[in-house]
């Protein structure tokens, strides 16, 4: 299918327009494929009414209506990697099992999102939500390196499809643009000293420190100010202890450590503001100086504290389908559904066209049922009674077991015979609104010619925009010429930032934020931002973008505890108590882990399925 903008006008736009849905546009033409569709992807609409008539408006449906049409061994509600892991765990411990996944999106994966384009005849895969297996030598658990061993995954294979020289040959580097509403004319940076993780390839472009803080539009003090910051020359808690000062940093966020405790100025603290966006889904008003420390932000060294180096962030960030973490949903829905595409390996899964009507068969031992929102999960004797909403529709089916591997913070409404105390605690887990959005663009000589493949802009809407990363895998070459079709990933965290707000009330008014926009309005953000950090190096995002796909995610990261706002036994108080089974139901995802990691998924849902089953 071409997507030029001409068809997409002439196409998804208007069948959004006109009222359909994704669901209704795929029920209309079942030959469409959901990573193809375009649009406001992630959670679209028709994926989230009947959750937020649940949960917003107390809405409360006909249950005990109508009969029990299926009975299961297990019943998963959510389709995300936790979700098909613990089908997968299940199906492992009781292979004759019978199990229904239930997803309330149109595709599967969670946010481990596929999304595909065409252009004159080019296929281009992309990621539209988790990213990449972060540091899986340092930090996989034995079950979670086993899983992507069973299913397939060699770790090491990223060492060769991922062609970290690429960009630095063709004379590449990370940039800074500095927007004129933030600090009075647009400017782009380029040459940024790479972090102290990063390889030789990393540094072969970059510009001396000085060099490169000399072209940011801030005054001489300021510049003077972040070279400083860097040398870490002062201590600026001198004469306290080493745990004052570790005490210190966990309370105090670092914008503030910036200005009151470094002395810096407010056009410093501006120029590292957007930069934790894309990690913590908060600026560096919320993030506590402890975790900028951790993640080599300058300002720390003249502490002389113990290093502490964490050994997952020596591991280069390289372990990344073309499709990211999506490949990972598919090759565990191949596994249990062997009809759903063909192949048995990590390359041969990315090209795969998986076909959706395979999905949910009658007859066969794993079924996965999409467009299907959980609307209430509870006990009768020693079975579970699960109501769905599809299309409008109630259903109900039964289980000897159940697995909610959906949101945290949905499962009080869904299972209100939960004790008090552990709904509570399931509804502190408020998750981080983040946008990640896929724009195909014709070429990308102006990315050469201003010599970047990678821009920060930590006051602008869009905090991150770059080339997509440069993996070939699978028979799938990524644009190695900048004259060849390119996707640009660019990243917008909404919030409030500087107004004093906690991280829940920030993710919440984040969230609002973005179920109000509409695809004009992303569009509109999207081409100013590209033209006025490109512009100069040629680009014209009405000559040269061929395609938009937002991925809309206004409940994306799950809530991580913040020094700043949680007490420090977080893990005990919250998540332990969160995560605790209720007869033959238990809760899996990366919510009761505590943190968005892939392995996380993966371990909480073998903690669900062994409470389960032993």
Known sequence: MSITRRDFLNGAALSIAAGLTPAAQLAAQPSRYPPALMGLRGQHAGSFESAHALAREGRRFPIDRGPVEESYDLVVVGGGISGLASAWFYRRARPSARILILDNHDDFGGHARRNEFTLDGRRIIGYGGSQSLQSPNSLYSPVAKGLLRDLGVDIARFESAFERGLYPSLGLSRGMFFNREAFGRDVLVTGEPPGANADAAARRNAKPLAEFVSGFPISEASKAQIVALHAGAVDPLAGKSVDEKREILKRTSYRDYLTKICGCSEEVANCFQGRPLGFFGLGSDAVPSAEARDLGYPGFAGLKLPSGTNAAWQEPYIYHFPDGNASIARLLVRSLIPGAAPGGTMEDVVPAAFDYSALDRGGQPVRLRLDSTCVHVGRDGDRVQVAYVRRGTLHRVESRHAVLACFHMMIPHIAPDL???????????????????????????????????SISAPMAFHHQVSLDFPVSLGGYRHPRDPSEPMLLHLVHVPGAPNQGLDARAQFRIGQGKLYAMTFADFEERIRDDLDRMLGPGGFSSARDSAAITVNRWPHGYSYVANSLYDPDDYEDSVLKLARQPFGPVAIANTDAGGDAWVHFAIDQADRAVRELVG
């Not at 605690?425 to 195909?440: G, R, W």
């Not at 990308?444 to 010599?451: E, P, V």
């Open 419 to 453: 004790p008090a105390p552990q709904r509570a605690a399931l509804a502190k887990n408020v998750k981080t609104p983040i946008c990640y959005t896929n724009v195909l663009v014709r070429n990308w000589r102006a990315f050469a010619n201003l010599k970047v493949n």
